[in-house]
């Protein structure tokens, strides 16, 4: 009886990895909202690490968050680090930017395989701005990371959902 039961579970698991590989590599988030602000107000509040802890969602889940500050104070090749026993530790730094219409850059948590991608994009319309927060991950070939990828898009979405309306919230305040 013991030998079935170890085989089914040997089999559970090897089908379960099987079905891992079926799953996306890469998982995409995307969420837009209209923002009542400028680009003008939003691009260095997005574009500077240090305005980060004003409005990231993920700043505001841990109060004892250390921060570290690097390279250029905003813009292309601005870095910032923290440690957080809730939130993880890790690192991001900004790649790209066109001032006002782009902020790209790259996202590194320990021990979450390799970094992620992404971008905020400003338009500008006649009611303020439309921001939209992009990432993609990359879920590499772990069939744990690729299961993890499923729930992905639902989790950090409504952390991008939060961190726009953070977002408007404090740029609002600024003005």
Excluded: C, H
Excluded at 120 to 130: H, M
């Amino acid at each position: 009886m013991l030998k079935k039961i170890l085989l089914g579970v040997v089999i559970l698991i090897v089908v379960l990895a099987g079905v891992s590989y079926l799953f996306p590599r890469y998982v995409e988030v995307s969420r837009s909202a209209q923002l009542a602000a400028s680009p003008q107000t939003l691009y260095p509040i997005v574009a500077t690490p240090a305005e980060w802890p004003n409005w990231s969602p993920w700043n505001k889940r841990d109060s004892n968050m250390t921060i570290s500050f690097s390279g250029p104070a905003s813009g292309e090749g601005a870095r910032w680090e923290w440690k957080s026993e809730s939130q993880g530790d890790g690192s991001m730094v900004f790649t790209r930017v066109e001032p006002m219409r782009r902020v790209s850059y790259e996202l590194t948590i320990a021990g979450m395989g390799p970094p992620s991608y992404g971008d905020f994009t400003f338009v500008p319309n006649a009611n303020g701005t439309l921001v939209t927060w992009d990432m993609t991950a990359d879920m590499g070939n772990s069939p744990i990371g690729r299961w993890f990828g499923l729930m992905m898009p639902g989790m950090l979405g409504k952390d991008f959902d939060d961190g726009l309306r953070s977002l408007d919230a404090y740029a609002s305040s600024m003005q």
